[in-house]
């Protein structure tokens, strides 16, 4: 069975720039979730998806962040503009589970943003 | 609100030493528990779960016991090996998402 899988891997920007990141949950996966996860600390949940809708974006900055998952399965992810505190790794993660009690989720391999 | 602590790393251990990471949570409700582990430049891989109290989780020669009465998570392995040098998140699962600790990095030398 593949993976989570996300792209690009790794993306320097200036700051202010725009970029965008990519992600396509394992097959069947009703649920997707972004995560930023800032060197030295634990990945913090941006946005949770429940088939196309959103189910949680209480931690979403949503001046300048973004995310649509069209049709239900892949994702995109988008910052407008960026800044400096932005640069992280930004892991996607997918999940069969549709309820809140048992929730494994499976992670992709992250994209590592850094902003200059 | 729901929240993880994890012990503070780096941990730096001899090959086949003991291993103890300790992990505490505070959580409304009943969370399942979750250790992940992070690879150099890789993503979270799942280590070991337990869904309720007294479970005992295991992987890998990993375990872990989901103890109620002290709110704890711990991280054990008997023996480790450099391959095991990574950094390990403890998590709870509470209203449909994932709470992490800040993650503890264990280095093994041999």
């Known amino acids: 069975e593949a993976g989570v899988a996300q792209s690009p891997r790794y993306k320097i920007i200036e700051k202010r720039q725009s970029v965008a990141f990519w992600c396509n949950p394992i097959s069947g996966h009703a649920t997707l979730y972004w995560y930023q996860q800032i060197l030295g600390q634990g990945p913090k949940l941006l946005i949770q998806f429940q088939n196309n809708g959103v189910v949680d974006d209480s931690q979403l900055p949503k001046d300048r962040f973004s995310a649509e998952r069209l049709k239900g399965v892949d994702s995109t992810l988008k910052i407008q503009p960026a800044k400096l505190e932005d640069s992280a790794v930004y892991l996607c993660a997918s999940s069969p589970a549709t309820t809140p009690s048992y929730n494994e989720q499976f992670f992709g391999p992250g994209t590592r943003l850094t902003v200059l | 609100g729901d929240s993880v602590t994890q012990m503070e790393g780096p941990v730096t251990l001899s090959e086949e030493a003991f291993l103890t990471i300790n992990c505490t949570y505070t959580?409304?409700?009943?969370?399942?528990l979750f250790w992940y582990v992070q690879y150099p430049g890789e993503g979270l891989q799942l280590l070991l779960k337990?869904?309720?109290?007294?479970d005992k989780g295991s992987n890998k020669g990993f375990e872990a016991t989901y103890r109620k009465e002290t709110t704890s998570f711990h991280l054990e392995k008997g023996s480790v090996q450099v391959s095991d040098s990574a950094v390990y998140f403890c998590a709870l699962s509470g209203a449909g998402k994932l709470i992490f600790g800040q993650g503890t990095e264990l280095s093994v030398k041999p």
């Open positions: 337990a869904t309720k109290a007294d």
């Open positions: 959580a409304t409700g009943y969370p399942s």
